[in-house]
């Protein structure tokens, strides 16, 4: 099956002859050390569903897609990327824009695209194909293209992950699923949940509709798995990366807030000063 907007790369250029971003390790760490970082700060825990799942993949391509709910995402991606896969080389597309404005993100294994266009659909197939080359080579994509609630049905993805599918042979393909929600304290929970890893031997047996029809299938049912397993509100399921244990009784939030303003007052007697009076 051939897209219209996808069939064909008229640059001229071979699997062989594409160059992939010069990526630099020690940045890419450094990097997911501070995304750690910013996730640690922000939330009050971070949760891996079916961690499993990604054990025994060794050895293959990688090509991970993600659902799109929230800003955190690529900080997520990256941390994953290192704290799970830092034996790969890792690659991701971005907007041209944002490449241009912040070069350094090639050090990270991201890649320019104009989204929307022929050409970069051209250059998304090109370099990906690169990418599913390396046997240590993993892929990521977000692949709705937009934020998206997770509890959206029907569920939407960007066709280019199955024209890239349709066009490899001998990789695996997994996908992983995002969401963010408050429980008991005043920070929201993160959570990432994998789903059935899917082994491609030739992506050229099923047309593209096929795997988009699959690959769409795969990930809401990733998607409303993690939201049954978050809505029980229980860690028992999940493997923290970190969890900050509750500095007091869940009584809500407007009981903390009420000792802070007391515990303040009662450290200033004088009351407020204001200017002009």
Do not use: C
């Not at 079916?50 to 991606?77: K, M, Q, T």
């Not at 912040?102 to 370099?127: M, N, Q």
């Amino acid at each position: 099956m051939t897209s219209p907007v996808l069939a064909g790369d008229k640059s001229g250029l071979s699997i062989a002859e594409t160059s992939l971003p010069v990526t630099s390790p020690a940045v890419l760490t450094l990097f997911s050390k501070y995304a750690l970082y910013r996730l640690w700060r922000n939330f009050q825990g971070f949760h891996l569903l079916h961690r499993e799942r990604v054990a025994g993949l060794d050895g293959l391509p990688l090509f991970i897609y993600l659902n799109h709910p929230s800003w955190w995402d690529p900080l997520v991606g990256i941390f994953l990327s290192q704290y799970l896969f830092a034996h790969r080389r890792q690659y991701g597309p971005i907007a041209s824009e944002g490449l241009n404005k912040y070069k350094f993100f090639e050090k990270l294994g991201f890649f320019g695209v104009d989204g929307g266009t022929r050409a970069g659909a051209a250059r998304f197939l090109r370099i990906g194909r690169a990418v599913m080359k390396l046997p240590d080579g993993v892929l990521w994509v977000t692949a709705q293209g937009h934020f998206s609630d997770p509890r959206v049905r029907p569920l939407v993805l960007q066709p280019g992950i199955a024209y890239l599918t349709h066009r490899v042979s001998d990789i695996v393909v997994l996908p992983i699923a995002l969401e963010y929600a408050y429980w008991d304290q005043r920070k929201p929970e993160a959570f990432a949940a994998f789903g059935q890893p899917m082994f491609v031997r030739n992506g050229a047996d099923h047309p593209a509709a096929e795997w988009l029809g699959a690959f769409t299938d795969a990930l809401a049912d990733t998607q409303d798995d993690l939201a049954d397993h978050v809505k029980r509100r229980s860690r028992t399921p999940f493997h923290s990366v970190f969890h900050r244990e509750s500095t007091g009784p869940n009584t809500g939030g407007i009981y903390d807030a009420w000792r802070a303003f007391v515990s303040r007052w009662e450290a200033k007697p004088s009351g407020p000063k204001f200017l002009g009076k």
